[in-house]
């Protein structure tokens, strides 16, 4: 049977409608247009307690939250399909920026920050979160605004044999994550999360709801892999559950010492633990490896973690079916001839530590060059790393604008998707010729034209 699991929405409780001034004869005051279609769930600037909040509830990076930050014009909740149409098109008509977010997870808080400078509002997932598992199909539908442990939660309350492969964080949207792909634990027996949607529903720039009868065969293909926020919002994914088994073999890496070294450890975790902060500051940076590493290139490499308290480095292998799956099935192409992948991330709590975090990171990356893939170099699009180039802000926000984007977006583009870029642009032109669902690292398409004209 299938059985709908839903977590608790939240809800605003307060808020005051402010009129924004523009051209009524181009759009319409955002709160006006919610309230016409009965969307009470939202929040503006100075109205409450609950913009702050909402505005920071789901934000990871704390890079994206400081003073210099430019701020939305309204947190958007909404609580159903209808909700999350209107969303978008009282945007559109209040000739505002939007920015999607499933979870906040983005590494460089492109969830949570304005594409340029237009001025933007946030719609937030995060009661669109339910989860319909099916075992007689071995399938289930999965609303954008998930978690990962929510997904998790809810297949495991049908049946103990059954998971689906994806990450292991369980605050992490479902939505950017199978966007741009999804690697877990279980992908070298079963693949990426995007390897195992069936189908979606997208919600694209003028208010249509799209699935997969009616999508371009193109825009399905880049929906799966080709990077969040570029096509429209996945209302909802339907996806494969794979088989598990009812036990696994693990192990763990310990370090021997004397109890008085392991005592004091303990002694001072004490006082650390409970006073660490919910958010931090962070940035990543990844690669490939193709071909195995010299142990003395790994002792230089140990060297440049060991004296970053706050640096961690992960290794995630590939192999499996990985290997047997083409790099153009989805947009993600980093399968075959690649050993693994690797993460450099520096998480500080200290905005004062952030110049010399960032420099360990990068300093990391320019020591393993000469270990990696190149020609290009590739990177993985869930780990989001503005140093591989960015939009200028004059050409993201409707203005007018040719190939020459197109071209300055292989900067990225080639090295998240290698030679699968030009189809994701071919997608991208299909499905938001006029470039309503963007950031600052975006796939473009071939023309873009002024939001007015909508």
Request: charged letters at 20%.
């Amino acid at each position: 049977m299938a059985k709908l699991v839903k977590i608790p929405s939240f809800r605003l409780h307060s808020f005051i409608i402010i009129v924004f001034l523009f051209d009524p004869t181009l759009s319409l005051p955002l709160s006006d247009c919610l309230i016409l279609h009965k969307i009470s769930n939202f929040t503006l600037p100075n109205s409450s307690s609950n913009y702050a909040h909402f505005l920071r509830f789901s934000l990871q990076n704390l890079r994206a939250s400081g003073e210099r930050t430019p701020k939305p014009m309204a947190v958007i909740l909404p609580e159903t399909k209808e909700q999350l149409i209107h969303s978008v098109t009282c945007c559109m008509r209040s000739s505002l920026d939007i920015v999607i977010r499933c979870g906040g997870h983005s590494y460089e808080g492109l969830s949570s920050m304005p594409r340029g400078k237009n001025p933007f509002v946030i719609v937030d997932m995060m009661n669109l979160n339910g989860v319909t598992v099916d075992l007689g199909s071995e399938t289930a539908w999965v609303e954008g605004g998930a978690t990962l442990g929510e997904l998790y939660y809810a297949i495991a309350e049908h049946s103990s044999s059954h998971g689906f492969p994806a990450g292991v964080g369980p605050t992490v949207g479902v939505g950017g994550h199978i966007g741009g792909g999804g690697i877990g634990v279980l992908g070298r027996k079963y693949g990426l999360s995007a390897d195992n949607v069936l189908d979606v529903v997208l919600i694209d720039g003028l208010g249509r709801e799209l699935s997969r009868p009616n999508l371009d065969e193109d825009v399905f293909w880049a929906v799966r892999g080709g990077g969040g926020g570029n096509w429209g919002v996945v209302y909802a994914w339907k996806v494969k559950l794979v088989e598990v088994p009812p036990r696994v073999t693990c192990f763990s890496v310990s370090k021997q010492g004397p109890n008085h070294e392991l005592a004091q450890l303990i002694h001072e975790w004490q006082f650390v633990g409970p006073t660490l902060e919910d958010g931090s500051y962070m940035k990543v940076k990844s690669d490939y490896v193709k071909k195995p590493i010299s142990t003395e290139g790994l002792e230089g490499a140990l060297e440049k973690v060991a004296p970053e308290p706050k640096g961690l480095v992960i290794l995630d292998p590939y192999g499996g079916v990985m290997d047997r799956t083409s790099s153009e099935s989805i947009p993600f192409p980093h399968r075959k001839g690649n050993l693994y992948n690797i993460l450099y991330a520096a998480f500080w709590g200290e905005e004062e530590e952030g110049e010399r975090c960032l420099s360990w990171v990068r300093g990391f990356y320019d020591y393993m060059t000469p270990f990696v893939s190149s020609n290009p170099r590739g990177a993985y699009v869930n780990y989001v790393d503005l140093d591989l180039g960015t939009m200028d802000s004059t050409n993201v926000n409707g203005v007018q604008f040719d190939d020459t984007i197109v071209h300055k977006a292989k900067a990225w583009g080639q090295k998240y998707f290698l030679g699968n870029y030009d189809r994701l642009v071919k997608a991208k032109t299909v499905i938001d010729p006029q470039n309503v669902f963007s950031h600052q690292q975006g796939i473009p398409p071939s023309h873009v034209h002024i939001h007015d004209e909508l």
